[in-house]
């Protein structure tokens, strides 16, 4: 047996077809004609950018999903002008050939991500990778591997199965992926999801291990990958793949209606988003707005500052598309994991207690300004909600706040509309929730991250496996930190919401509405799973339960009453 995270849940039983790839030579080597070999990279470019749209067009009209937006994410970093300008720069000043300078150019913005904590920024790196592989392979005129022409039931195996790859299948005959990288937010992942196609990523040893033709049983609700079983068992798999159909149609079924608790209270479901390519799929799913817009993206993939215009143009799209409901943005979480290439980076010892989030905007106040000048302009648009991530102390924000109101002020004289907006802050430093009380009376929402909150808290490193077991976040203290939260909003008539990974599971996102969240931001192809739970449970019982859960002594006891009580 072999163990691995689901990224996609459900089950497959099938035999393995493997995934082999050739290797790709990008040795450097000096060329003759630098003139010629330019043309070369624009014609593998051109051919790339051909082959995404036609992925685009076949997506859109053949399986009604919506993996159409994460083509045209692809096609954006093919015809990106600053990542072609730099391979560009690098063929004419090494004079050398074209598979060497993309990929060395590439390699160079991948390593800026890989060691971000944020799953969701560091996922595009792989995306980076995938359509830089395309034009290197289009350029040497190396044949695409063509999963279109499966015709036969099987379960994919590969180190990695990229984007493109997972959107060519047909689901009637690919039952199931499994890859030795990836994470829950890589595209190909999120297309398994929107196929319905059970996927494990991070299988350890996989392509060494398996066999082609090997019929095994791929449970992606426990991450297993069974190779030697019983027909007894392959039978209780037959029925937990047609009980996980009949709950599927029922889930997706509930789209459409609106997340109230058996006694009638309602909780807002929103969606967390890290680009305008992923607003289709949030209104797809039914998603009330956007709880969390990760503005990272628009400053890191890139080699220059992004203009005040680039960034009003991108906030506008988004709260047109959700117009009037509301869309909060969170400013720049940039330093500690997430340097940007274009500006002096210092290392620090420990950048998770640095400067990060809030403290380096303070510092690089000339790039804040010119993001909240960007959101100012962009609130005219719709229901804009701003965020200030890593807040530790109330004069952190007060100071942040009095610039938001000089830049309204100029704004204003230079006869430029600002719209209503809120201006609200991220919970995530222990010191935050403690001083709760103070933030509520100067701010106008909360939104808690519990992923930096439980890390912080706990004084654990969640990118450190050694210290998964600490990653806890139904510790008492993180549900105590949570409560005192809730409760100082309360007093002060503002809302709270949460958008860390707990609002994603349904059982944990039951515990939080009891605590006294009013809001719960997630990925969107989580909103209906936490719906079904919602409606099937009271939200007095859930008070009620929050409330004895308060007094437990630790998290094995809370787990143990959630499933106990939570229907």
């Known amino acids: 047996m072999l163990k691995g995270v689901p990224a996609s849940l459900g089950y497959a039983i099938a035999p393995i077809l493997k995934i082999d790839r050739q290797t790709i030579d990008t040795t450097k080597f000096t060329v003759k004609n630098i003139k010629t070999e330019v043309s070369y990279l624009h014609e593998a470019i051109e051919k790339t950018v051909a082959q995404l749209e036609a992925l685009k067009l076949k997506n859109?009209?053949?399986?009604?999903?919506?993996?159409?937006?994460?083509?045209?994410?692809?096609?954006?970093?093919?015809?990106?002008?600053?990542?072609?300008?730099?391979?560009?720069?690098?063929?004419?000043?090494?004079?050398?050939?074209?598979?060497?300078?993309?990929?060395?150019?590439?390699?160079?913005?991948?390593?800026?991500?890989?060691?971000?904590?944020?799953?969701?920024?560091?996922?595009?790196?792989?995306?980076?990778?995938?359509?830089?592989?395309?034009?290197?392979?289009?350029?040497?005129?190396?044949?695409?591997?063509?999963?279109?022409?499966?015709?036969?039931?099987?379960?994919?195996?590969?180190?990695?199965?990229?984007?493109?790859?997972?959107?060519?299948?047909?689901?009637?005959?690919?039952?199931?992926?499994?890859?030795?990288?990836?994470?829950?937010?890589?595209?190909?992942?999120?297309?398994?999801?929107?196929?319905?196609?059970?996927?494990?990523?991070?299988?350890?040893?996989?392509?060494?291990?398996?066999?082609?033709?090997?019929?095994?049983?791929?449970?992606?609700?426990?991450?297993?990958?069974?190779?030697?079983?019983?027909?007894?068992?392959?039978?209780?798999?037959?029925?937990?793949?047609?009980?996980?159909?009949?709950?599927?149609?029922?889930?997706?079924?509930?789209?459409?209606?609106?997340?109230?608790?058996?006694?009638?209270?309602?909780?807002?479901?929103?969606?967390?988003?890290?680009?305008?390519?992923?607003?289709?799929?949030?209104?797809?799913?039914?998603?009330?707005?956007?709880?969390?817009?990760?503005?990272?993206?628009?400053?890191?993939?890139?080699?220059?500052?992004?203009?005040?215009?680039?960034?009003?143009?991108?906030?506008?799209?988004?709260?047109?598309?959700?117009?009037?409901?509301?869309?909060?943005?969170?400013?720049?979480?940039?330093?500690?994991?997430?340097?940007?290439?274009?500006?002096?980076?210092?290392?620090?010892?420990?950048?998770?207690?640095?400067?990060?989030?809030?403290?380096?905007?303070?510092?690089?106040?000339?790039?804040?300004?010119?993001?909240?000048?960007?959101?100012?302009?962009?609130?005219?648009?719709?229901?804009?909600?701003?965020?200030?991530?890593?807040?530790?102390?109330?004069e952190e924000f007060v100071k942040v706040k009095r610039m938001v109101k000089q830049i309204e002020k100029e704004l204003i004289q230079d006869n430029i509309n600002v719209g209503t907006y809120e201006l609200g802050v991220m919970i995530e430093v222990p010191s935050a929730a403690l001083i709760a009380d103070q933030l509520a009376s100067v701010v106008e929402f909360f939104s808690i991250g519990t992923n930096d909150l439980i890390q912080y808290t706990l004084a654990a490193d969640r990118l450190n496996s050694k210290l998964d077991y600490l990653n806890q976040p139904f510790h008492i203290s993180i549900l105590r930190l949570i409560h005192m939260v809730t409760t100082a909003a309360k007093r002060n008539n503002i809302k709270t919401a949460v958008c860390g990974e707990m609002a994603s599971d349904p059982i944990a996102a039951c515990l939080l509405i009891g605590l006294g969240v009013d809001e719960l931001s997630m990925t969107a192809s989580s909103i209906v799973n936490v719906k079904d739970k919602i409606l099937k449970n009271s939200y007095e019982d859930l008070v009620k339960l929050s409330y004895e859960i308060l007094s437990l002594t630790s998290d094995i006891a809370v787990i143990h009453q959630l499933k106990k009580h939570i229907k």
């Open 60 to 394: 859109a009209q053949t399986f009604d999903h919506e993996t159409a937006s994460i083509f045209d994410a692809h096609i954006a970093i093919a015809k990106d002008p600053e990542v072609i300008k730099q391979v560009e720069e690098k063929i004419i000043k090494e004079t050398c050939n074209v598979a060497y300078a993309v990929k060395s150019v590439v390699l160079k913005i991948v390593d800026m991500f890989k060691d971000i904590e944020d799953d969701y920024l560091r996922q595009r790196a792989s995306d980076l990778l995938e359509v830089s592989d395309r034009i290197i392979k289009n350029h040497l005129d190396i044949e695409m591997i063509d999963l279109e022409k499966i015709d036969y039931q099987v379960i994919l195996a590969a180190h990695e199965i990229t984007a493109s790859e997972a959107a060519m299948v047909n689901p009637k005959y690919v039952l199931g992926f499994l890859s030795e990288v990836g994470g829950k937010n890589s595209h190909s992942s999120i297309i398994a999801r929107l196929l319905g196609i059970p996927a494990l990523v991070g299988v350890k040893d996989l392509m060494k291990t398996i066999k082609s033709n090997e019929k095994v049983i791929l449970d992606a609700e426990d991450g297993k990958l069974i190779r030697s079983y019983t027909k007894e068992t392959e039978s209780l798999y037959q029925d937990k793949i047609t009980n996980f159909n009949l709950e599927k149609q029922k889930l997706e079924s509930l789209i459409g209606v609106k997340p109230y608790t058996h006694d009638g209270h309602y909780v807002e479901l929103l969606a967390n988003i890290g680009s305008y390519q992923d607003v289709k799929f949030a209104k797809k799913q039914n998603a009330y707005g956007v709880g969390l817009f990760r503005t990272e993206l628009i400053f890191l993939d890139r080699y220059e500052l992004p203009s005040e215009d680039e960034q009003y143009h991108e906030y506008k799209k988004v709260l047109d598309a959700f117009y009037p409901q509301p869309v909060t943005i969170r400013t720049l979480d940039i330093g500690g994991d997430k340097p940007l290439p274009y500006l002096k980076h210092q290392d620090e010892l420990n950048p998770a207690l640095g400067i990060r989030g809030i403290r380096f905007s303070l510092v690089k106040d000339d790039m804040l300004k010119t993001q909240l000048k960007a959101l100012l302009r962009a609130s005219v648009h719709g229901h804009l909600k701003i965020m200030f991530p890593m807040i530790s102390t109330k």
